[in-house]
């Protein structure tokens, strides 16, 4: 039979938990967010929910997940004996399942944005016009869709993964300063500090409870909390990682990056004319504007788009990796063919969410969406808060204090603040927001 993983150096683990977070969560659904939900308000609670319950529950993860040393289903099994908690494990696939079924099609999106930039020129005047037609063709979102899942399975079930993770340590900064590129240009443009006062001088008639679990949902989901992902990462890792250091430097470099794309985007989109609230196609629109200001924007924009690829396949591989692992369990041997055939089921489950853009259309979705908005509600604002919440009262009431001691090995001051949110502060505060949304 054979071994399971582990990683195989200690920077292994860091830069493959930073690659599952940094991803489209910060970078294109961020900015959309932000600009859809007012602005500054967004960002401000973003922040909040970030630091006070999405960092203690990605600490909570890796806490289980290396003390349970499995996949969710049976590290949950082994840690709660005879109790239903593994059925936690169940919901993270169910969870990543649909989420990559989206996150898929927006894969897509960015490989016709690549091939186009390599073969045609993306510097026309009509940014929205060209990524509404992008969309709203069938053939292209789904061959962009398809492209994007096979890279992820094949990354996923062959032996190049440890390549991807080395390669991420030149392709992330790289990126990086990408965005202190663009920022500095788009903060230069004529009418800039629009974009800024957006962003970060709140206009508080947006503080409503729906802001509220908007904000919630994003942090989990740019942090890839609450679907068992980073559980299942932390479950090859050995003992000496410091797990706190970890989730920390995750949840600062994720905030980092998205406050960057949100100073790359805001400032052009005020600059250019354009509306803050565009929806999906917000980066679409923007970015290639911002190349078209820039000398040789049309090679950088092709090199941009490459990096940008990168990252989000670095998320999508952990999405289908939570599904494998623990849809096969211990049957190692399997992990090919499971690869190969949860990959094109979730697909083809992303189907409908993909045409959502023309096609589908029409098609309004309990919450008044499009079926990908939908499948999106269904994740980011349902899934990871009741996928989180459970993971904060298992390591908070289930796992003893000595059991989280153990894992975490910070200081006791340190140890004790983490217990108090995840077990009081962390799992209010979500019941909280949940109840609000729908009140105020
Ligand atoms: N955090 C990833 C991103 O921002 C998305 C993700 C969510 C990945 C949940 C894995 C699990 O792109």
Partial sequence: MKQREQWTSKIGFVL??????????????????????????FVLLFIICTLIIGLPILLAEFVIGRRGKSDAVTSLKKLAPGRKWHWMGWMGLGSSFILLSFYSVVGGWILSYLVRAIFFKLDITDHSELFNSIIANPLEVLIGQAVFMVLTIWIVQSGIRGGIER?????????????????????????????????????????????????????????????????????YLQKEERLGQSAFNVSILNIVISL?????????????????????????????????????GALFIIVFFILLLFATLTSSISMLEIVV???????????????????????????????????????????????????????????????????????????TTAETDDELRMHPLLNRSWKFIVRFIAPIAIVIIFIASFIM
């Fill in 16 to 41: 493959a938990a930073a690659g599952s977070a940094i991803g489209l969560g910060a970078i294109w659904k961020f900015p959309y967010m932000a600009g859809t939900n007012g602005g500054s308000v």
């Fill in 167 to 235: 390669a991420s340590r030149v392709m992330m900064p790289l990126l990086f300063v990408f965005f202190i590129l663009l920022a500095i240009r788009s903060l230069t443009l004529d009418g800039a500090m629009e974009g800024i006062r957006f962003l970060f001088v709140p206009d508080w008639s947006y503080l409503t409870g729906k802001t509220l679990l908007m904000a919630l949902g994003q942090a989990f989901f740019s942090l890839s909390v609450g679907v068992t992902a980073m559980m299942t990462y932390a479950s």
């Fill in 260 to 296: 960057l794309a949100g100073i790359v985007i805001f400032p052009a989109v005020f600059a250019l004319g354009q509306s803050p609230a565009e929806g999906p196609g917000l980066i679409f629109v923007v970015l290639p504007a911002i190349f078209n200001e820039i000398p040789f």
């Fill in 325 to 399: 692992s623990t849809g096969i369990r211990n049957k190692y041997e399997r992990r090919k063919r499971a690869a190969w055939m949860f990959g094109i089921l979730i697909f083809i489950v992303g189907i409908p969410s993909a045409l959502s853009f023309g096609l589908l259309a029409d098609v309004k979705m309990p919450g008044g969406g499009t079926i990908f908005d939908f499948a999106d509600m269904l994740t980011s604002r349902i899934g990871l808060p009741i996928g989180a919440l459970l993971i904060s009262i298992f390591a908070g009431y289930v796992l």
